[in-house]
């Protein structure tokens, strides 16, 4: 069979990684295609420029392919209802519908969701306005968490210490700072916990968990300075025990997968679920309706299960006739490399080698990277994953860290403590 993956970055590398590896690709002479990919990617997938706004032109190369599924990488073609058109088109699809894509392009979707189903969440209001914004902050305690509504790459959230800092705040968000994301405001309560992901598979009935991994979003090490989309990540996420995964289940997952199939709008794909831990067990933090990126790198480098045949079975309602996937006992961690001024503007064009970084069994994935007259250059913010795995959390820290220390890359940068608070607790 060919598949088609669409994106760019480490999270897609490092499914073509794991697609390349499958029998349902190799077994009838398939093939892989990534669009548009990247230099890595390029190592184990034919690359195809095609824009992913552009449906009709993805369509067009999936039929003149015979491609048998297209797996929808990033958020923004999924919540653009990219799914949508491929189907209509009768092209099996991993990934959600635009409707069910709102679980991650819509703060009060998701929130209003959770009301109808139950569903333990931080509580919150709704603003459409600054004015009532505003008012409605008397109603919640400090700290002040707000979010813009719409999609912002990660950084439409403010977590204002003072009624003050909130109010400065809710002007920059309605005054634009988030543009269209913006528009619309949700205040919540705060939730003092642990963060961890929470990974499921469903084809819209049945769900079935497909990892946990916790991510570093801060910039600094200590977890501290401004917030990016994720500078390291490891899996399994041993604070995520089997019975908060059960729970996660029952009172979170089930739920939601329910909820929307009741509401006409099943979902197909991955459904993340960032949890904060709190004492009265794990509450939603968010949905995303893709995988975590980096939190794929690590999950992926544990999978032991063939990835195209529960990805299709997703896209297929086929997903109870699989037994559970089944994950290596070993920790993964990736150590992310970016380019100096990341989250900001980040350097671009810088030079990278490799040198063998991974002939000790790490695997680099690529996140941001462009081939310039055959060298290897930076072109992102994000720039390498450097993923390894090993028997426990400081293993795998070692071995990422001694493959992170070979590759040469003057202009970027890594944080040195990924993974300390699962090495603070072994
Ligand atoms: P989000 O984009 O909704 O994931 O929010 C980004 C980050 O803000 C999360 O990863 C949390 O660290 C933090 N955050 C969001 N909502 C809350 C909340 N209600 N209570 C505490 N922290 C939150
Ligand atoms: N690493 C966080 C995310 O993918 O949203």
Known sequence: MNILVLGGGGREHALCWKLAQSDAIAKDGGKLFAAPGNPGIAECAQLVSLDARDHGAVAGFCAQNAIGLVVIGPEAPLVDGLADSLREAGIAVFGPSKAAAQLEGSKNFTKALCDKAGIPTAAYVHCTSLEQAKQ???????????????????????????????????????????????????????????????????????????????????????????????????SPARVLDDALVAETMERIVFPTVRQLRKDGTPYVGVLYAGLMLTEDGPRLVEYNCRFGDPECQVLMMRLESDLAQYMLAAASGALSALPEPTFAEDTAMTVVMAAKGYPGTPEKGGAITLNGAEDTGAKVFHAGTSSKDGALVASGGRVLNVTATGPDTRAARDAAYAAVEKVDFPSGFYRKDIGWREIERS
């Open 136 to 234: 409605a902050l008397a109603t919640f305690a400090p700290p002040f968490v707000l979010k813009a509504d719409g999609l912002a790459a990660g950084k439409g959230v403010v977590i204002a210490e003072s009624e003050e800092e909130a109010r400065e705040a809710l002007e920059e968000m309605f005054g634009g700072a988030f543009g269209e994301a913006g528009a619309e405001v949700v205040i919540e309560e705060f939730m003092a916990g642990e963060e961890a992901s929470f990974f499921a598979l469903t084809d819209g009935e049945t769900v079935i968990p497909f990892g946990t991994a916790q991510d570093h979003k801060r910039v600094g090490e200590g977890d501290t300075g401004p917030n990016t989309g994720g500078m390291g990540a490891y």
